[in-house]
């Protein structure tokens, strides 16, 4: 158990619905990372939050957006969904800063859009 | 930008073989380097990792050596077992702008008994 928490674990929608995944990170953790894992593009990084502000962002859509909460929670919003959407969405957190120490990951959220 | 490549997969072994898994970077500065293994059903767990030049990282039997002249991280193990199959990821880690991390493609192991 990496103490990172991940809901929904499994979520089948239809397009052009909108949804929500929620990211408790470890405990102490300052840091909390979004990323997609889809069978042909790997993992894929998307959005990076530090004590509730946005420090670094990758590949996200216009349509997929992010915050970190006072209580250091996240939620991952994706709206307007399509087909290519589907994929799994994992939460990681780390202490962050300059700390070079590793990613605490959750089990992840499937995704699938019919 | 920054960037990790890894061999792709799958790689499949007999078991009690050796294993290699290339990877290599592109960075700015000195990035920390990691492998990380994902188990069928669950989320990634930190391998080993170096975070400076020539440092070894081990664990469970696999080593990487960080080799900054030639910037690759290649994961080895000298005898695979069944139960190490799993998908490989190597990864940095920028030690500046944001600390984020990126990670290679992954490489599928199945080792054969």
């Known amino acids: 158990d990496s103490g990172v928490t991940q809901t929904p674990k499994h979520l089948i929608t239809a397009t052009g619905q909108r949804v929500t995944l929620r990211c408790s990170p470890r405990s102490g953790d300052l840091s909390v990372y979004w990323y997609q894992q889809s069978l042909d593009q790997g993992l894929q990084f998307l959005i990076q939050y530090y004590n509730g502000e946005e420090r670094a962002k990758g590949n996200i859509l216009e349509r997929f957006s992010a915050q970190q909460f006072p209580d250091l929670h996240s939620e991952l919003n994706l709206s307007s969904l399509e087909l290519g959407d589907s994929a799994l969405y994992f939460c990681?957190?780390?202490?962050?800063?300059?700390?070079?120490?590793?990613?605490?990951f959750g089990e992840g959220s499937r995704l699938t859009v019919l | 930008g920054d960037s990790v490549t890894q061999m792709e997969g799958p790689v499949t072994l007999s078991e009690e073989a050796f294993l290699t898994i290339n990877c290599t970077y592109t960075a700015t500065g000195y990035p920390s380097l990691f492998w990380y293994v994902q188990y069928p059903g669950e989320g990634l767990q930190l391998l080993l990792k170096a975070t400076k030049a020539d440092d070894k990282g081990s664990n469970k039997g696999f080593e990487a050596t960080y080799r900054k002249e030639t910037t690759s991280f290649h994961l080895e193990k000298g005898s695979v077992q069944v139960s190490d199959s799993a998908v490989y990821f190597c990864a940095l880690r920028a030690n500046t702008g944001g600390f984020k991390t990126i990670f290679g493609a992954g490489t599928r192991l199945f080792v054969k008994a």
């Open positions: 990681a957190s780390s202490v962050g800063g300059p700390y070079t120490g590793e990613l605490f």
